[in-house]
């Protein structure tokens, strides 16, 4: 059982530029979520897909935005970077009616310069 | 929106004596409550959940937490540690279903295990 994938592990890219992240939640689940991990931090809820459409978001500017497939894998992308968007970016997925429970990919580390 | 503190920022301990490691969220109203751990350069992986019923809930490697309600805590022990316990271990609430059970996350506490 495929447990949450993220693509790519690591990724440097420069300021002003923009990047995408992918997620493939775990086998039969519905919903994905995704968290930003500064440096000795927490993770952040950025936002939340379901039935391909943003059901849930944190306190985040539009620069951030994503969307879901119908296959239920998802992207983030992040436009106009800066260097405080250099963090470890999570992906996790749960089951829309019972997602009280999320699990967590490895996720992509994003080191913008 | 929920907040979580996490008292202590590093804990260390020796090999085989017991930890605990605090936990404190916001709200009086019903929330889920989360334990994830984190080694270095990896994700996040679920250590133990409260959603109802018993207070107390334990893990597969020997960790328990028990929900405390009147103190908003949801403190995890672990009788005797090990070397490998060492990592980050995040504590997290959620509200109910009208927030889509997004996750607030503490800033963490790092358990470093001597011999």
């Known amino acids: 059982d495929a447990g949450v994938t993220q693509s790519p592990t690591h990724l440097i890219k420069t300021r002003g530029q923009q990047v995408t992240l992918r997620c493939s939640p775990k086998s039969g689940h519905d919903t994905v979520s995704w968290y930003q991990q500064a440096l000795g931090q927490g993770p952040q809820f950025i936002f939340q897909?379901?039935?391909?459409?943003?059901?849930q978001r944190g306190n985040f500017p539009d620069r951030f935005s994503g969307h879901q497939f119908p296959n239920y894998s998802s992207e983030l992308n992040v436009n106009a970077l800066l260097l405080g968007d250099s963090a470890l970016y999570l992906c996790?997925?749960?089951?829309?009616?019972?997602?009280?429970?999320?699990?967590f990919g490895p996720g992509t580390r994003l080191l913008v310069l | 929106a929920q907040s979580v503190t996490q008292l202590d920022s590093q804990v260390p301990v020796f090999e085989e004596a017991p930890v605990e490691l605090r936990c404190n969220y916001s709200?009086?109203?019903?929330?889920?409550l989360f334990w994830y751990v984190q080694y270095p350069n990896q994700g996040l992986q679920l250590l133990l959940k409260y959603l109802s019923g018993s207070t107390l809930v334990e893990s597969i490697n020997g960790f328990e937490a028990e929900f405390n309600k009147s103190q908003t805590s949801f403190h995890l022990r672990k009788p005797s540690v090990h070397i490998s316990d060492t990592a980050e271990y995040f504590c997290?609430?959620?509200?109910?279903?009208?927030?889509?059970?997004?996750?607030?996350f503490g800033k963490g506490t790092s358990l470093l295990v001597t011999p």
């Open positions: 997290a609430v959620s509200d109910l279903p009208n927030s889509g059970y997004a996750l607030n």
């Open positions: 897909y379901y039935e391909e459409e943003e059901r």
């Open positions: 996790a997925s749960s089951f829309g009616s019972s997602g009280e429970t999320q699990y």
């Open positions: 709200s009086s109203v019903s929330v889920y």
